[in-house]
């Protein structure tokens, strides 16, 4: 049984592009959120979908935008990258049926932005 | 509203012996608490959680964390710290809002574990 896999690895871009990341969730799982990690921080919420819409945003720009495929994969896309957006991404899925709010995170994704 | 304080950032120890890494949380709802691992480059792996089915959590790897509403606290424990356990940790606050049954995780700032040979 697969886990939380995430594509790519690593990215660099400069500022100013765009990026697509990628995120595929654990077998059973219906939920996917992304969080951002800075270098010596926690990680932060960014937004969170299920059944193909966003349902709960954290405090990121419109520049962040995501969307889920019918088989619950995901993609995040940010625009207009700054150098501040250099940080490890994540994606972690769950089973929005389940009682309690386990989430498993895949490896990330290591975004550098020169 | 939720959050959570990680009141270390840093704790070392030595190889063998106790290891105690303290979390304080605030929430609104009925909340759901974690404990999860991330060692250098990689992603975060769960440790333990607290549903409300025991006080006392045992989780992977010898770790453990005791849920204390009075003190609002769920500190993760070890009785005796391995060279492997040298990593980040970080202690997670989740909470169902009751209308909408969403929810979101709130990271604290993690704690850095060294452990000394």
């Not at chain 1, 959120?33 to 969170?48: R, T």
């Not at chain 1, 150098?83 to 991404?89: F, I, N, P, Q, V």
């Not at chain 2, 970080?90 to 574990?113: D, E, Q």
Request: glycine share 8%; with cysteine; net charge positive.
């Amino acid at each position: 049984d697969a886990g939380v896999t995430q594509s790519p690895t690593h990215l660099i871009k400069t500022r100013g592009q765009q990026v697509t990341l990628r995120c595929s969730p654990k077998s059973g799982h219906d939920t996917v959120s992304w969080y951002q990690q800075a270098l010596g921080q926690g990680p932060q919420f960014i937004f969170q979908y299920y059944e193909e819409e966003e349902r709960q945003r954290g405090n990121f720009p419109d520049r962040f935008s995501g969307h889920q495929f019918p088989n619950y994969s995901s993609e995040l896309n940010v625009n207009a990258l700054l150098l501040g957006d250099s940080a490890l991404y994540l994606c972690a899925s769950s089973f929005r049926g389940a009682v309690f709010d386990t989430q498993y995170f895949g490896p990330g994704t290591r975004l550098t932005v020169l | 509203a939720q959050s959570v304080t990680q009141l270390d950032s840093h704790v070392s120890v030595s190889e063998g012996t106790p290891v105690l890494l303290r979390c304080n949380y605030s929430s609104s709802y009925s909340p759901s608490l974690f404990w999860y691992v991330q060692h250098p480059n990689k992603g975060l792996q769960l440790l333990l959680k607290y549903t409300s089915a025991a006080t006392l959590v045992k989780g992977i790897n010898g770790f453990e964390a005791e849920f204390k509403k009075s003190e609002t606290s769920f500190h993760l424990t070890k009785p005796s710290a391995h060279m492997s356990d040298a990593a980040e940790y970080f202690c997670v606050v989740s909470g169902r809002k009751p209308r909408s049954g969403t929810y979101k995780y709130i990271f604290g700032t993690g704690t850095r574990l060294k452990v000394l040979a």
